[in-house]
């Protein structure tokens, strides 16, 4: 394998990663809200859940549409009009997550006497969430078919650009929720390609923030 192949497959690795925590996010949230939050802090821990997953997935895809189409596009022109199809997609995608995010904050605003969530809330954002995720999952299936096709046509510097470029604008919020759905269950695909581009000072601090991982989850009612 040469290096160029050695570098397009350690992007494509990564990508899967970051598709991985927001698959696995989404999962979180849903059974989260599944069972439903019954106080309080229960209802916070999922507002703030929720708000990191809408933030991290929007910044993934304005990410994607800055630095990966328009070599992707040169690379391989008769894939432009799939790449097109992609951030039509991804402004699908944005909408559904808006919808949620209203829904989720809403959670916040019904809460009733001694802090429990409106049902209907709960369920306004179980659907929202539901909508979404559909959404996702099939835009994510198809675009990981057509950049695992599309990343070996990459020259070597290109493919080392677009990593650096990625690496320098990943979301840099909540590293506990990152590196926690990056292992539980089981480490991701690309998790060590993922986690040699993390700083140094966030890699270092891994146990204290996967614990904090798995605090979140015991808020929220889930088995940590």
Not at 155 to 163: A, K, M
């Amino acid at each position: 394998m040469t290096t160029a192949q050695s570098e397009s497959q350690r992007l494509y690795d990564e990508m899967i990663a970051v598709h991985t925590v927001v698959r696995r996010g989404a999962a979180m949230l849903k059974a989260a809200l599944d069972l439903p939050p019954a106080t309080a802090v229960e209802v916070d821990t999922c507002v703030g859940l929720g708000r990191w997953l809408v933030g991290y997935i929007h910044q993934h895809q304005r990410n994607e549409a800055d630095i990966l189409w328009q070599p992707l596009a040169a690379a391989s022109p008769p894939d432009e009009c799939e790449l097109h199809d992609l951030t039509l997609q991804h402004i699908q995608i944005d909408r559904e997550l808006d919808r949620l995010a209203r829904r989720l904050e809403r959670l916040t605003e019904r809460c009733t006497t001694p802090g429990r969530p409106d049902r209907e809330a709960v369920a306004a954002a179980s659907a929202a969430l539901d909508a979404a995720s559909r959404t996702l999952v099939d835009h994510l299936d198809e675009e990981e078919a057509l950049l695992k096709a599309l990343f070996p046509l990459l020259d070597e510097p290109v493919i080392r650009t677009l990593r650096a470029a990625a690496v320098s604008k990943a979301p840099g919020t909540r590293p506990d929720l990152v590196l926690g759905l990056m292992g539980d269950p089981t480490p991701t695909v690309g998790y060590a390609a993922m986690f040699s581009s993390i700083p140094f000072r966030t890699r270092a601090l891994r146990p204290l923030l996967v614990a904090r991982y798995h605090s979140s989850k015991r808020r929220l009612g889930l088995a940590a």
